[in-house]
């Protein structure tokens, strides 16, 4: 069983970056699809970005296209997620997550995914 620790969230500005890290054990990234997903309060979880598991293909919500970025470390077993000129409506706590299937269009569909971190929270003020 894959065990997934998020880290890095915290309160920033308007405009800011932070650098969101996903550490895996029990399993390597690069067996997998990863994803990261969000919920802001009082809504659905949402996809926001994610990497293909056989090309390493990377994928992004249309709203922080251009804004976040998406990288694995292979020899670290890690994934980050960039996140720059943060906007309020980011705010949301974020979760890695990782999928057996791990390819267009599983990457981005929820239920795609099979192991779940526990989520970390960002906070973006205005």
């Known amino acids: 069983q894959v065990q997934l620790a998020e880290s890095g969230g915290g309160l920033v500005q308007a405009g800011g970056s932070l650098r969101l890290s996903c550490a895996a054990s029990?399993?390597?990234?690069?067996?997998?699809?990863t994803g990261w997903f969000r919920q802001a309060p009082g809504k659905e979880r949402e996809f926001v970005a994610g990497?293909?598991?056989?090309?390493?293909?990377?994928y992004f919500e249309e709203s922080v296209k251009g804004r976040f970025s998406l990288s694995r470390d292979n020899a670290e077993n890690m994934v980050y997620l960039q996140m720059d000129s943060l906007k309020p409506e980011d705010t949301a706590v974020y979760y890695c997550?990782?999928?057996?299937?791990?390819?267009?269009?599983?990457?981005?569909?929820?239920?795609?995914?099979?192991?779940w971190g526990q989520g970390t929270q960002v906070t973006v003020s205005s």
């Open positions: 997550a990782v999928s057996q299937d791990g390819n267009w269009p599983g990457i981005i569909l929820e239920h795609k995914y099979d192991y």
């Open positions: 029990g399993g390597t990234f690069s067996s997998y699809g």
């Open positions: 990497m293909g598991r056989s090309d390493g293909r990377t």
